[in-house]
């Protein structure tokens, strides 16, 4: 049994990203990346099948650049068994990423494709979903559990949504997508990443994949958030109540 869990390379949340002058793109330059949170999970999730199924290979993939394949080391420091990087240079939408993605799962046959929720740095929420749909295959989005039935046949899987938790079963092969308390990841451990470095990574270049890489969205402009006014100490709820009410008007 083969899961293959896609991570996507972020810029680490904790630094300051600009916006570049004509207002078209993000500067990036000399920002450190990271692996998406929820990818992290991902993996974690991907590991701890793993060692409950036994029989397990993890691989995990990223679409980016040749400097993605510290992303994919840090998966591998975790326990993925092995990776496989879609060189792309330059901005793809979700599309494209799906798309490529769609392409490592016809040739790794997984029968079950993790990704994260969310990428912390787009906030698109297509991903997951569209490879899903490209495949044809089931999906459950969002999920804060995951449980194999029927000898590792069909998954049920807890599915966060706004009205509490849904509980859904797929037959696999499958798309699961997931959300943040489906587990706590591990940290690398110091022998985990000497292993991760002898790890095989295969490079494929997107360009063969027969994919048109042309992104359908446009990116308009990026515009930086206001900047936020101090706070103010209320003396007591009946005066933050009047506040919200009357300054802030955000209650009737
Ligand atoms: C019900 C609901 C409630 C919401 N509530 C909130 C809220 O309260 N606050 C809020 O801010 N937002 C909220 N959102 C918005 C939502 O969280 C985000 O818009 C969305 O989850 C972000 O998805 P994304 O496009 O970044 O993910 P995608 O870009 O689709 O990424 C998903 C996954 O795809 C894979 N992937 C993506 N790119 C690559 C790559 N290059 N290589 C390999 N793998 C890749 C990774 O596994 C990644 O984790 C809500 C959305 C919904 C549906």
């Known amino acids: 049994m083969k899961i293959l869990v896609a991570i996507k390379p972020v810029p680490n949340p904790d630094e300051r990203v600009r916006i570049s002058a004509d207002g078209l793109r993000l500067v990036l330059d000399g920002v450190k990346t990271i692996v998406n949170p929820f990818c992290e999970i991902a993996v974690e999730e991907a590991l701890r099948i793993r060692e409950r199924l036994g029989t397990s290979e993890v691989v995990v ?94 998954i049920r899987v807890d599915r966060e949504t706004d009205a509490g938790i849904e509980t859904v079963e797929l037959p696999l092969p499958a798309v699961v997508t997931a959300d943040l308390r489906l587990n706590e990841p591990r940290y690398a451990s110091l022998p985990g990443i000497m292993k991760a470095r002898q790890k095989e990574v295969r490079v494929v270049d997107a360009a063969t994949l027969g994919i048109d890489l042309t992104p359908k969205v446009r990116v308009l402009s990026f515009e930086a958030p206001r900047a936020r006014k101090g706070g103010r100490i209320v003396a007591d709820a009946a005066e933050l109540v009047r506040l919200l009410r009357e300054e802030a008007r955000v209650i009737g």
């Open 61 to 154: 993939v990223t679409v980016g650049p040749l400097a993605a394949d510290a992303q994919l080391r840090t998966a591998l420091a975790m326990g993925a068994d092995r990776g496989v990087l879609v060189r792309l240079e330059g901005a793809a939408d979700a599309l494209v990423i799906a798309g490529l993605l769609r392409k490592v799962v016809e040739e790794e046959s997984p029968v079950l494709v993790l990704l994260g929720k969310q990428a912390v740095d787009d906030d698109n929420n297509q991903v997951g979903q569209t490879l899903a749909a490209l495949l044809s295959w089931p999906q459950a989005t969002f999920a804060s559990r995951i449980e194999f039935l029927d000898d590792g046949k069909r």
